[in-house]
């Protein structure tokens, strides 16, 4: 077919098709009788598979993609390449908006391409432009990129995606083009029956890739975990001859990028961390660096990856498991895309493996709880995770795993993994870690579990250890909607069973007497606060009267080995110090971070309450809260260390010495030194980071279903209504994570964290948008009378009095949900200077308003009304920080009144 040939020339500049499977799929989509389901790799041109016979056919091509991001990416391509494509979603401005409408109502539009996320196609506003298309016959197909999102089996689920079932209904007659990276057979039979697929011609690349080589390697069972990673990653860069070449590792924790990138360089391979905690800017530099070559390893978490589109990559190693096969499938891929060999590898652990499924398992139960009923797909993140582990621990060809649970034959592996290379050597390694384990079971009787407890204990408790991908849940506090007394049950078991380790295997040593003590502590306390208080309290008891405790407990510590090489500040009563064993960073280690032969001490048990990034900790992915960090941060919270015990060199002492003078002991996150900085500069900065991209744990499993529906769904005119309020996947953005406590959770779905924070409409107080002076407190219009009434505060509180009842004190995310609301319509009346500003801006009302004294949710929007028309009382427009050094937190019920 010449003519499809020369279009591909013309619009794409390309002289031939990628594969016959691409030229294929063009072919069907353009024939237009029949559905077409595609599954091919990543990178191996699936768009050109609707792009082209987009621009071939008159009309419009409706492509639904799931991010903005990725949207963005597509859209900027094409109109590089002089092709009329657009997106509307709800970052854009009106203005254009109302362009693109315009377009698209026109007798014949310009537009060929429109891509739209699921949900703001569902949404009431968009329906008449949709309606016009349909009945004017120029929506000529519908392109559903990254398919597999509508399947519940899939690993990226999104229930925004089942809404197109709802539209494919509507698209009649409209040819259908669905595409995905992967799909395993199950999650492929979802999609066509989601999306109604009909008569589908289905065009599938083989998994099997040749090129890569695919190994596991038991990293518990390595004397140099990271020598070993430098090795490999060495021969895989040399296996390029001498072009240039580059790799990935993946991890699953902030944690883990900062310590691998650390001591690959040291090891003198130049690698760069990349995760969700670096400013947007870093991580673009990062990337950018990998891109051009400059930095040969980029250390990452799952959020870097989707899209892109490196040939070059040698290897990809996985330093943590990837949470399913199919994830895996999608995440070694990115190696050698340009054909030639490359390497696959993951460095398989027991510990990781049980950590990751108590999370999993944990999730399956939340959402199990919350629906009432077990759904089978509730399950399926199980499955999928189990599916990664069999291809870890199997003696089989790892390729043929592969191939079959994507419903492939076996293909031809030819040694293109270890296990065809040399199975003696598999089979050795698995003996040898089952070994391991058998003589670590009976050595100290720990049951196998992650944290050294019995997993199924806890499969639907808490949240383990270092996870930023399955930690926290999105409830403040951290407590999620479990039961508190379940759990207080849970961590009594705990504690009991920890102890009774000790009392087999050691007299007594000063980390049981800690557990002791703050299990005493924890059993008394309502409240994280009151735990904190307890702990400081039993602190000082402790260093006015155990010295000769402390002694001892450190002699014994040394005797047991476990702890021989934490550095001495981290010994001795371990609730006191609380130094998590993990941040020492030994690159000799064998254990993971936070466990020591089988036990868990007390201060490796994650604390009630989340760790607060924003308060200047290290912004790190570890969800423990640890005794000497709830110290430190109580001294500065207290003023400066008033709250600290003073107990002259002692470790602690000297963090509050720090604290006191200003300064912070950061515990450096690999080499285990320690550095002080200026806590201000460092507060801030970790303040800036905690703003990145933060994820609920709802939102990681299931993108919007929380958020959408939580998001009250436009109702106001189609196409006047600002969007933001209408497209909840998008709204992600409103995270106000970076005001409160931070639960940080990697996602690989949104790179567009930092772009303008956007505020679901919330009734009257969203109509200020219209006001052209939005510290005034005037109606808009004669019916608004409801915007009064959220206004005053008087009102608000008059409600509160009339209750009986106290309000249930808010938390800081709640504060922090309902002061970003308020101020939301000031910053988009550029009353702030910048976002930065606006968002800092935020953080201080939020802990202005969280602090102190217990509010109740009525009060907080109350008083965050009154202090921001304070502030605008006094400031026009909002320039720099020391604007609202002015402001102070109400005091009182009837402190802010004006
Ligand atoms: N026929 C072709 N000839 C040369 N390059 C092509 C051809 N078709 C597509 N490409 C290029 O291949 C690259 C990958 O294409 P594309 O982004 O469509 O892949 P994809 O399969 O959609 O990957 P992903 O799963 O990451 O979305 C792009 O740079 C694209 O321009
Ligand atoms: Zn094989």
């Known amino acids: 077919m010449a003519s499809l040939k020369e279009a591909l020339k013309k619009h794409f500049g390309f002289d031939s098709f990628r594969s016959k499977l691409q030229e294929d799929v063009v072919k069907a989509v353009l024939k237009g009788d029949r559905d077409v389901f595609v599954c091919m790799p990543t990178g191996a041109g699936k768009s050109l598979c609707y792009q082209l016979p987009a621009v071939m056919s008159k009309g419009i091509t409706l492509v639904i993609s799931p991010l903005i991001a990725l949207i963005q990416d597509q859209v900027d391509h094409l109109r590089e390449l002089n092709i009329p494509a657009c997106s509307i979603n709800s970052k854009l401005p009106a203005g254009e908006r109302r362009l693109i409408l315009t377009d698209l109502e026109s007798e014949s539009p310009r537009l060929k391409l429109l891509y739209i996320t699921p949900e703001m196609v569902a949404s009431p506003s968009f329906q008449p432009c949709l309606t016009g298309l349909l009945s004017r016959r120029l929506l000529s197909l519908l392109a559903v990129d990254e398919a597999h999102c509508v399947s519940q089996w899939g690993h990226d689920f999104r229930p925004d995606y089942l809404k197109l079932g709802k539209l494919r209904k509507r698209l009649k007659g409209v040819v259908c083009v669905a595409l995905t990276a992967t799909a395993p057979q199950k999650v492929q039979k979802d999609i066509e029956e989601s999306l109604q697929l009909h008569a589908v011609l289905c065009y599938t690349t083989p998994v099997f890739r040749s090129n890569l080589y695919y190994d596991v390697i038991f990293r518990e069972a390595l004397e140099e975990p990271y020598a070993h990673l430098h090795a490999f990653v060495k021969e895989a860069l040399a296996a390029g001859g001498g072009e240039e070449g580059c790799g990935i590792v993946y991890c699953r924790t902030r944690d883990n990028c900062e310590t691998v990138a650390y001591q690959l360089t040291k090891l003198g391979v130049l690698s760069k961390a990349y995760h969700a905690g670096l400013k947007t800017a870093d991580r673009s530099e990062v990337q950018s660096d990998w891109m051009q070559g400059k930095v040969l390893v980029i250390v990452a978490t799952i959020s870097f990856g989707m899209g892109v589109d490196k040939a070059n990559v040698r290897f990809v190693a996985h330093w943590n498991l990837a949470k399913s096969l199919a994830s895996y499938y999608q995440e070694s891929g990115r190696a050698g895309r340009d054909g030639r060999p490359s390497s696959c590898r993951t460095y398989y652990s027991p510990r990781d493996k049980d950590q990751l499924l108590f999370l999993i398992r944990k999730e399956a139960g939340r959402k199990q709880a919350k ?45 293109a993994c270890d296990f065809c290379r040399d199975p003696r050597k598999v089979r050795a390694q698995l003996e040898k870690a089952s070994a391991g384990t058998r003589i670590a079971g009976a050595q100290s009787h720990a049951p196998p579990g992650a944290f050294g407890f019995d997993r199924d204990l806890y499969a639907g408790g808490r949240k383990g250890y270092g996870f930023e991908r399955h930690d926290e849940e999105g409830e403040e506090g951290g407590s999620g909607d479990e039961d508190p007394l379940l759990r207080k049950k849970q961590f009594g078991n705990l504690f009991k069973k920890q102890m009774n380790l000790r009392k087999v295997c050691v007299c007594v040593d000063v980390v049981s007497l800690s557990v002791d003590l703050e299990y005493e502590v924890f059993k008394s306390s309502k409240s994280s606060n009151l735990y904190k208080a307890g702990v400081l309290k039993k602190v000082s008891e402790v260093k006015k009267g155990a010295a000769m405790t402390t002694a001892t407990g450190r002699a014994e510590e040394e005797k047991e080995g476990g702890a021989s090489d934490r550095t001495s500040s981290d010994s001795g ?21 936070g466990e020591q032969g089988g036990f868990t001490t007390a201060y490796q048990v994650y604390s009630l309450k989340r760790k607060r990034v924003g308060a200047g900790l290290r912004g790190s992915s570890d969800p423990f809260q640890t005794a000497r960090e709830l110290l430190q941060v109580s001294g500065r919270d207290a003023g400066g260390g008033g709250f600290y015990p003073d107990a002259p060199g002692e470790p602690a002492a000297a963090a509050a010495a720090a604290a006191s003078s200003g300064e912070t002991e950061v515990k450096d996150p690999v080499g285990g030194a320690s550095r002080v900085g200026r806590a201000p500069s460092r507060k801030q900065q970790k303040m800036e980071e905690a703003a990145k991209n933060t994820r609920s744990i709802s939102l990681y499993f299931g993108g919007g279903p929380e958020t959408a529906g939580d998001v009250p769904t436009a109702t106001g005119g189609p196409l006047g209504h600002p969007p933001e309020a209408e497209d909840p996947a998008e709204s992600v953005v409103m995270d106000t994570a970076f005001v409160s406590d931070v639960v940080v959770i990697e996602d690989d779905e949104d790179e567009d964290d930092d772009d303008v924070m956007e505020v679901p409409g919330t009734g009257g107080w969203d109509r200020l948008r219209g006001s052209a002076d939005p510290d005034e407190e005037k109606p808009l219009g004669a019916s608004d009378q409801s915007r009064r009434v959220t206004f005053n505060p008087q009102v608000e509180e008059s409600l509160l009095k009339v209750s009986d009842t106290p309000p249930t004190p808010a938390t800081l995310k709640e504060v922090a949900d309902v002061v970003v609301r308020c101020l939301d319509p000031f910053y988009k009346q550029g009353k702030f200077c910048t976002k930065e500003l606006f968002k800092a801006f935020a953080r201080h009302l939020s802990h202005l308003l969280a602090e102190g004294r217990s509010r109740g949710r009525g009060q907080v929007k109350a008083e965050a009304k009154a202090l921001i028309r304070q502030f605008f009382g006094g400031v026009s427009r909002c320039k720099a920080e020391a604007d609202w050094a002015f402001l102070r937190a109400p005091q009182g019920p009837t402190a802010d009144r004006r």
Do not use: L, W, Y
Request: hydrophobic share 25%; glycine share 10%; with cysteine.
């Open 371 to 415: 629906r009432g009923a077990q759904k089978e797909t509730d399950k399926s993140g199980i499955t999928d995770f189990e599916a990664m582990v069999s291809f870890c621990t199997q003696e089989s060809c790892r390729h043929a795993t592969i191939s079959k649970f994507f419903g492939n034959a076996p293909p031809s592996c030819s040694g």
């Open 573 to 593: 009563v371990s609730m006191a110090t609380g130094v998590d064993s993990s941040s020492s960073g030994s690159s000799s280690s064998h254990q993971p971070p």
